[in-house]
């Protein structure tokens, strides 16, 4: 069974361009949450969606949006980009159902900020 | 307001004995605990959950401990292997909701 596909693994962007990043879950998972991770702040939740609905949201701002698509697929948009937001971005996948189930991570997409 | 807490950033461990990692939580409304390993430039992996309605859960050479009254919960690794030398993540989220939230981490060195 394929895991969680992240894409691209890496990304260099510029300050204010924007950004979008691509996550395939695993193969019957409906449910798909996202996470920035740098460092010494651990993993912080972004939001999560199921069945195309965003379900969750972190406490992020608002240049960060996301979506997700009927074969349950992700994409998740910065807009604006500033130096901060140059950190490591997981996606992860689960069953998303009543009861709750693990979180599957793909590998992340490295986002530099210059 | 850091909700999950891991207070020990590093641990170093001799192979073979037990390593034993540590988070604690602050919100009562957390029902589902989670813990991972991450590798470099890798996701986190998940190794093994337990849910409020359980003190303990065992899988091969983890077990999790759960004390709901001191908000606490542990990981026990035995007999920790080098292998095992990687970043562990615990991760709590409210019944109902997949809005888990992660502690800093642990870093774990087994050494041989």
């Known amino acids: 069974k394929a895991g969680v596909t992240q894409t691209p693994r890496y990304l260099i962007k510029t300050r204010g361009q924007q950004v979008t990043l691509s996550c395939s879950p695993i193969s019957g998972h409906r449910s798909v949450s996202w996470y920035q991770q740098t460092p010494g702040q651990g993993l912080q939740f972004l939001f999560e969606?199921?069945?195309?609905?965003?379900?969750n949201k972190g406490n992020f701002p608002g240049r960060f949006s996301g979506r997700q698509f009927s074969n349950s697929r992700s994409e998740m948009n910065v807009s604006t980009l500033e130096l901060g937001d140059s950190a490591l971005y997981l996606c992860a996948s689960s069953f998303g159902g009543t009861g709750l189930s693990p979180l599957h991570f793909g590998n992340g997409t490295r986002l530099t900020v210059t | 307001d850091q909700q999950v807490k891991q207070n020990s950033p590093s641990l170093s461990v001799q192979e073979g004995r037990i390593s034993i990692l540590n988070c604690d939580y602050t919100n009562s409304m957390f029902d589902y605990f989670l813990w991972y390993k991450k590798y470099p430039a890798e996701g986190p992996t998940f190794l093994i959950s337990i849910s409020s309605i359980k003190d303990k859960n065992e899988d091969g050479r983890f077990t999790v401990f759960l004390n709901k009254s001191a908000k606490h919960l542990s990981l026990h690794i035995v007999p920790s292997q080098p292998g095992d030398s990687a970043v562990y993540f615990c991760?709590?989220?409210?019944?109902?909701?997949?809005?888990?939230?992660f502690g800093t981490g642990t870093r774990l060195k087994v050494l041989a």
């Open positions: 969606y199921f069945s195309e609905t965003q379900r």
């Open positions: 991760a709590a989220a409210p019944a109902g909701t997949y809005k888990y939230i």
